[in-house]
């Protein structure tokens, strides 16, 4: 499954609905977007609904979003997802929202955990999982780390 850049969703569109008072994109529907990405790479990797139903599913552990430029209404976009590193519990992924006129709207990076829900508690994936993360892994490792992943928030103060 190599591929020359980070999976890329089908087109979405901006609903009238998600728009807030200030009249753009309100903030919640960027993670939307970035879900509505994830769910389709998910089902590649095997993360499909029907995995749930094994007893197994996936948790996200933290999730960083920087605001780059406003979406509006009918604003069509498509959702880049880089994954950065896996081990055999989670995954650590970079996205970026593209607005169909060629820039980026926003940018997120998330740490995913694999879930066994008996407990719940963070369990190893199944083998054919994880071959399907190093696949996606491989494919992705002649990618740059993109210059916004692992940023921190806080406010810098001059001592």
């Not at 089908?10 to 509505?36: C, R």
């Amino acid at each position: 499954m190599k591929q020359a850049s980070p999976f890329q969703s089908s087109v979405m569109t901006v609903k009238p609905e998600w728009i807030d008072f200030n009249g753009h994109l309100n903030m919640a529907y960027y993670n939307v977007l970035f879900d509505q990405c994830a769910d389709e790479v998910y089902e590649q990797l095997g993360f499909g609904p029907d995995y749930q139903k094994s007893g197994c599913t996936t948790y996200t552990s933290e999730f960083h979003l920087c605001y780059l430029r406003e979406l509006h209404v009918d604003d069509a976009v498509t959702v880049t997802l880089q994954l950065l590193d896996y081990d055999e519990k989670r995954f650590h992924t970079y996205q970026e929202i593209w607005h169909q006129d060629g820039w980026c709207a926003a940018s997120g990076e998330a740490m995913t955990l694999h879930v066994d829900q008996s407990g719940p508690h963070v369990a190893p994936m199944p083998s054919s999982i994880l071959a399907r993360l190093e696949a996606l892994h491989a494919a992705h490792s002649d990618l740059p780390r993109p210059a916004r992943a692992g940023r921190s928030i806080g406010i810098r103060r001059k001592d």
